[in-house]
């Protein structure tokens, strides 16, 4: 029997979903995408599809007065309700948390996190397949508090809220896995430069491509378990 495709909704552009793209393929995953900023609607039918990931974007999850976010909002209740595994990532993770009745604001000192830093796991679950503080790639300036009844899986000293599950099979990562050569070159090399490269907390250009260099394999890696994991609680 063939898999159902996994449905990647993003908010800047089609490669938003980056390497959780590329390794839903190698597991015989089709992958859909739909630009939710561009107007592609969201599904009727989730039924149809073996899971969905939303991605990060320049917007904020407060931002109730963008049709798009409040209607994502809104549909997302529906998948979580409907135990169907659902996946958050950055702006996509602070939306669950939203769904879920918990705050995102920005950091209290102003703080930002743009780049590679490192995350630790939390308690004895397994979910988050994480067993040693990994290195993992950031970019925001919010962060989601924790739900009501949802299990906090990571922390990490500036943002200690970097990762929940709630139910059956919902998930929210406050850093972005999904970062590999591509997005990265998109995000940093583009004119004029990003401004948030200038913000507190902030990894220079350089600093930022040497650790990529360093760090991704063993991020990918964690990501193919974790993906893994995730898809199979919806089966």
């Not at 350089?206 to 760090?215: D, G, K, L, P, Y």
């Amino acid at each position: 029997m063939s898999k159902k495709p996994v449905l990647m909704l993003t908010h800047v552009s089609a490669r938003d979903s980056g390497q959780i793209a590329v390794i839903l393929g190698a597991l015989g995953y089709s992958v859909e995408t739909r630009r939710v900023n561009k107007g592609d609607p969201l599904p009727e039918d989730i039924e149809n599809y073996a899971g969905f990931a939303s991605f990060g974007g320049p917007q904020s999850a407060n931002d109730d007065h963008v049709d798009y976010i409040r209607a994502e909002i809104d549909w997302m209740g529906r998948v979580l309700a409907a135990d169907k595994p659902l996946l958050g990532l950055c702006l996509g993770g602070q939306l669950i948390a939203r769904v879920l009745g918990a705050r995102v604001a920005p950091h209290s000192e102003g703080l930002y996190e743009f780049g590679y830093f490192p995350i630790m796991p939390l308690g004895e679950s397994e979910d988050l397949k994480m067993a040693a503080p990994l290195q993992v790639f950031h970019r925001h300036g919010e962060a989601f508090e924790l739900p009501v009844g949802a299990q906090h899986l990571a922390t990490r000293e500036t943002y200690p809220n970097q990762a929940f599950r709630y139910g059956a099979a919902g998930f929210a990562l406050q850093f972005h896995p999904e970062v590999n050569d591509a997005v990265l070159n998109s995000w940093l090399n583009c004119q004029p430069p990003p401004v948030d490269l200038g913000y507190p907390g902030a990894q220079s250009a350089a600093e930022q491509f040497s650790a990529h260099a360093t760090n991704q394999e063993a991020m990918h890696r964690w990501l193919h378990n974790f993906l893994l994991h995730w898809l199979s609680l919806g089966l």
